[in-house]
Every structure is written in structure tokens, then in C-alpha cells.
């Protein structure tokens, strides 16, 4: 048995929760916060048998994708002549981050 955690960007979320019941993977979804730009995130949890794993990442490589954001640049508080002004930088955002962990033991409740 495995426990496999995906923190996936909310953009991808839904999808995601959509893939999963189409393709009977049990999940749940804890709303969660962090990464780079502190934007919202979920983390998907799931219980699957061993040879379910690579399916199920299959289906998280396929729902969260990786995109390219234009975000301001931060301020900077060095002080000098030089003209220090705020401007658009890229930055990728999306994907996955996956965990997969063993487990003792299951019980449903």
C-alpha cells in the first residue's frame, strides 16, 4: 500500500478532481497555501495499492501542467542613482510536487 501526496496548483485542482473520478481514483483535497508567489495550492491525498501508482502519476503528469506566469518584480530598497524600477519578469508555474510514501496499514472507517 502507498500513500501518494500532490501538492498541484488551484488552477489545476479541479481538473484534477475530475481525472481522479473518472478514473475511480479515491482522493481527498486539503486546500493549502505556499510555493514561490505564496499563491493557493491543494494537496491531493491518496491511498492506492502498489501497482496502482504509476497510473495515478500518469494522470497528474497529464491534468498539471507547467506555464509561464508574468508576475512584477519585487521592489528593491538599494538606494542608489541608478533609476531601480518595478517590471514584469517570468516565471514558471504549475506542475506537481509528488510524494509517494509507504504505509503500514489501511483502514476505512
Known amino acids: 500500500m502507498k500513500l501518494i501526496i500532490a501538492i498541484?496548483?488551484?488552477?489545476?485542482s479541479k481538473?484534477?478532481?475530475?481525472?481522479?473520478?473518472?478514473?475511480?481514483?479515491?482522493?481527498?483535497?486539503?486546500?493549502?497555501?505556499?510555493?514561490?508567489?505564496?499563491?493557493?495550492?491543494?494537496t491531493f491525498i491518496v491511498g492506492i495499492e502498489n501497482s496502482k501508482v504509476d497510473p495515478v502519476i500518469e494522470?497528474?503528469?497529464e491534468v498539471c501542467s507547467t506555464r509561464v506566469q508574468s508576475i512584477m518584480s519585487p521592489p528593491s530598497y538599494d538606494?542608489?542613482?541608478?533609476?531601480?524600477?518595478?517590471?514584469?519578469?517570468?516565471?514558471?508555474?504549475?506542475?506537481?510536487?509528488v510524494f509517494v510514501l509507504d504505509v503500514e496499514q489501511f483502514k476505512k472507517i
Open 8 to 12: 498541484v496548483q488551484d488552477e489545476d
Open 15 to 42: 481538473r484534477l478532481n475530475e481525472a481522479f473520478t473518472k478514473n475511480g481514483v479515491r482522493s481527498t483535497r486539503l486546500t493549502s497555501t505556499g510555493g514561490f508567489m505564496r499563491s493557493g495550492n491543494s
Open 59 to 61: 494522470i497528474i503528469e
Open 79 to 97: 538606494f542608489n542613482f541608478e533609476m531601480n524600477l518595478n517590471y514584469p519578469v517570468d516565471v514558471e508555474v504549475g506542475g506537481a510536487t
